[in-house]
């Protein structure tokens, strides 16, 4: 079984600030991971993802991720928050194989707001 | 390319009632999921179907939901003589191959309100 945990539900910085979203996932096989962002009343956009090769991955927007397999994390940062980035940030996990490979399990999700 | 399409955006249903939910999947997509995002909680998996078949649906309710992806036409979620526990949003998805790699697209939503 899969599961993804996002710390934090919520998320203030400031514009122009470090943002930092925490994801921790556990999978029994080596897992391919997501990030998505939520706009209000909006579906889900796909940000990065890691399947394999580098750890590091670059997204839209200037977002990038780090996989780390020791550490089962896969944290989302930008370095300099935008007013635009404000949104509800998911992470997903989803098996790299086998007859349930298609669903995506997500985390509770991250609000981030970004103060002027 | 238009995104996936999902209709209607909004529906409102008595309890009792029955909702019918429609997602087109992009062009060329032959894979389509459904998830469900309840009130204050992450997205959760209901089911994977290709073109009139059911992969897994290992996240539907057992009684009062169905789902559907013909040859021709949308796929349909079905739910059967709502209750007020199952006003949500409901996300569409696809994906051209089902590979665990491919992105999965989403569609807008239908949010649903049982009265």
């Known amino acids: 079984a899969q599961s993804v945990t996002q710390l934090g539900s919520h998320v203030s910085v400031s514009e122009g600030a470090l943002v930092l979203l925490r994801c921790n996932y556990s999978?029994?096989?080596?897992?391919?991971l997501f990030w998505y962002v939520q706009y209000p009343n909006q579906g889900l956009q796909l940000l990065l993802k890691y399947t394999t090769g580098a750890t590091l991955v670059k997204g839209i927007n200037g977002f990038e991720a780090e996989f780390k397999k020791s550490e089962t994390s896969f944290h989302l940062t930008k370095p300099s928050a935008h007013m635009s980035d404000a949104a509800e940030y998911f992470c997903?996990?989803?098996?790299?194989?086998?007859?349930?490979?298609?669903?995506?399990?997500f985390g509770q999700g991250t609000i981030l707001t970004v103060h002027p | 390319n238009a995104g996936v399409m999902q209709n209607p955006r909004h529906l409102v249903r008595r309890r009792g009632q029955e909702a019918r939910l429609r997602c087109s999947p992009m062009k060329g997509h032959s894979h389509v999921y459904w998830y469900r995002q309840l009130p204050e909680e992450g997205l959760k998996f209901m089911v994977y179907l290709q073109k009139e078949n059911i992969i897994d649906e290992s996240g539907m309710p057992k009684e009062r939901f169905s789902a559907e992806f013909p040859k021709e036409g949308p796929s349909i979620l079905r739910i059967q003589q709502v209750v007020r526990g199952d006003s949500a949003a409901y996300f569409c998805?696809?994906?051209?191959?089902?590979?665990?790699?491919?992105?999965?697209?989403f569609g807008p939503g239908t949010r649903l309100l049982v009265l």
């Open positions: 998805a696809s994906s051209p191959l089902s590979g665990g790699e491919e992105t999965q697209y």
């Open positions: 997903a996990v989803r098996r790299a194989g086998g007859t349930s490979y298609g669903k995506l399990t």
């Open positions: 999978s029994s096989v080596p897992p391919y």
